[in-house]
């Protein structure tokens, strides 16, 4: 062999060595990449979240209710009588929809109050195969506007897994499903704008989130991207009657208090603390100080005095959603724990609760 063929194939041979070499390079990271994709960090957002509601939707269901409505009493002397004469006066039957979750496999459901009204005369409860059941009112709680409906049915029904609604986040992702203006179940998709929210209601402490909530969503699932129930859409605050992007929901933690009250009882049974926060001092210096304690009550008893500032409550520093939030989900005979400040002294609080109907 010359070697001018021996330089030739020299060349060739060192080619393909570096080409296999680099190659290699390459494959190796090309398969490091599709290891780090296929283990996404935890902040970004997923391409789909099927999964989280193929979980839940079968334990969403729809609610449908007839009302029975009173007309209005007019105004005008003796046309009360006329109208009765000709009819106008009598009660008219409405509509109402909503939806639900199935809480136990035995088929109780939870709903909001407002979604069954206060006169119902029928209730039919669809699940998500499209089975219609009459459904029988357990109890409810005009307080939370939640209501526990049962039907009977002789399979296990589906029911939702529960998360601690405690541990959300705002920004955490959530979806809303229900059955907005009837139309079949649906999902929307938003963040926890808020939590600690209050509304017109002394035992809220809402969930706040821009998922779309229209009617009819109402009583429906508010969950997590696991699929679990983190709250029980309720209310809108709206100026058009539609969506604006601020919905509110009852925490999960919230609910099940409720829940097994009203199926037990059939009525809640709240703890009852036996004072009032001072509302000038809460808003001019956002301070929880004891405006009024109830002569004999629990507060009393526990030495708790007006003027004292509530600083930590069951060992976290105080706020008023805080205190709301264990004033809603007490029972009675729960021992609550506060730190107040009295004079420039810290005094430890042992404040048993008692029920409100022990104090009358």
């Not at 939640?146 to 002789?154: Q, S």
């Not at 969506?243 to 037990?264: R, W």
């Not at 956002?286 to 304690?293: A, E, H, I």
């Amino acid at each position: 062999m010359s070697l001018l063929t021996f330089n030739k194939l020299f060349r060739v041979l060192a080619g393909v060595v570096l080409g296999v070499i680099i190659g290699l390079v390459f494959s190796s990271l090309i398969f490091k990449n599709n290891v780090e994709d296929n283990n996404l960090p935890k902040g970004l957002i997923a391409s789909s979240f099927h999964d989280a509601v193929e979980k839940a939707s079968p334990s969403v269901v729809n609610i449908y209710s007839d009302v029975l409505v009173n007309n209005r009493r007019s105004q005008f002397p003796f046309s009360d009588r006329f109208n009765s004469i000709l009819g106008f006066n009598k009660a008219r039957i409405e509509s109402s929809l909503g939806s639900g979750v199935i809480f136990y496999s035995n088929g109780y459901i939870l709903t909001n109050q407002h979604v069954i009204g206060d006169r119902s005369i029928g209730i039919t409860v669809e699940l998500a195969s499209g089975q219609k059941e009459e459904a029988k009112v357990i109890g409810i709680d005009k307080g939370t506007d939640l209501a526990v409906l049962k039907i009977d049915n002789i399979q296990e029904l589906s029911s939702i897994e529960i998360a601690n609604s405690d541990n959300l986040k705002i920004g955490d992702i959530v979806l809303a499903i229900g059955n907005p203006y009837g139309v079949g179940q649906s999902v929307s998709m938003g963040i926890v704008s808020a939590t600690g929210r209050e509304f017109n209601n002394p035992y809220s402490d809402y969930i706040q989130t821009d998922a779309s909530i229209n009617r009819g969503n109402s009583g429906g699932a508010l969950i997590d991207t696991s699929g679990r129930l983190v709250g029980i859409n309720t209310l809108i605050r709206s100026s058009s009657g539609g969506s604006e992007g601020v919905g509110l929901a009852i925490p999960s933690q919230t609910v099940v208090g409720i829940i097994n009250d009203l199926i037990q009882y059939g009525e809640v049974r709240r703890g009852w603390l036996g004072f009032s926060i001072d509302g000038r001092i809460l808003r001019a210096k956002s301070l929880l100080r004891v405006g009024y304690v109830y002569p004999n009550g629990p507060a009393d008893k526990a030495n708790l005095k007006s003027g004292d500032e509530i600083i930590e409550i069951n060992g976290k520093a105080s706020s008023y959603s805080l205190l709301f939030k264990e004033f809603a989900r007490s029972k009675p005979g729960m021992l609550i724990k506060l730190k107040i400040i009295r004079g420039k002294q810290e005094v430890d609080i042992d404040l048993l609760t008692s029920s409100a109907l022990e104090y009358k």
